[in-house]
């Protein structure tokens, strides 16, 4: 395996983030922007620097992500996912803090579907007695 970058893959919901990161100066760039541009919500940004900010790692990595798939919120955190496991790969000793956290485990929440016979996942056809 080459050692000038570390992958991970995140997943959340059905978004899917392929993420390469190496040493550097703390850039991010999604899908070849800037992450401030990708997601402009101070909240998702937060959600995405998330795993460097509990190990202490801020402006030691420039990330490269590839985002798929999903809305903008479960891409950010397919990419904390990808950061997570990437991280893990560069250096094994931030293992307990990424774990403490929960960032290594895959949120495995999706939407429930649609069953036959119903309007929804759960909700039924309205019963009229009369």
């Known amino acids: 395996m080459s050692t000038d970058f570390f992958y991970g893959t995140?997943?959340?919901k059905t978004a899917i983030a392929r993420t390469r990161i190496k040493p550097g100066t703390g850039q991010i760039l999604i899908n070849g922007r800037p992450a401030d541009e990708y997601f402009p919500r101070p909240a998702l940004q937060g959600i995405i620097r998330q795993p460097f900010a509990l190990t202490r790692t801020q402006g030691r990595f420039d990330v490269n992500a590839?985002?798929?798939g999903g809305g903008i919120s479960g891409q950010a955190e397919a990419l904390r996912h990808g950061i997570s496991?990437?991280?893990?790969?560069?250096?094994?000793?931030?293992?307990?803090?990424?774990?403490?956290?929960?960032?290594?485990?895959?949120?495995?929440?999706a939407k429930e579907r649609k069953k036959y016979g119903q309007r929804?996942?759960?909700?039924?056809?309205?019963?009229?007695k009369r």
């Open 85 to 109: 496991r990437a991280l893990l790969q560069a250096d094994p000793e931030l293992r307990p803090m990424l774990k403490k956290a929960g960032l290594l485990t895959r949120d495995a929440r």
């Open 66 to 68: 590839t985002l798929d």
């Open 120 to 128: 929804a996942a759960r909700a039924r056809f309205q019963y009229s």
């Open 10 to 12: 995140g997943r959340r």
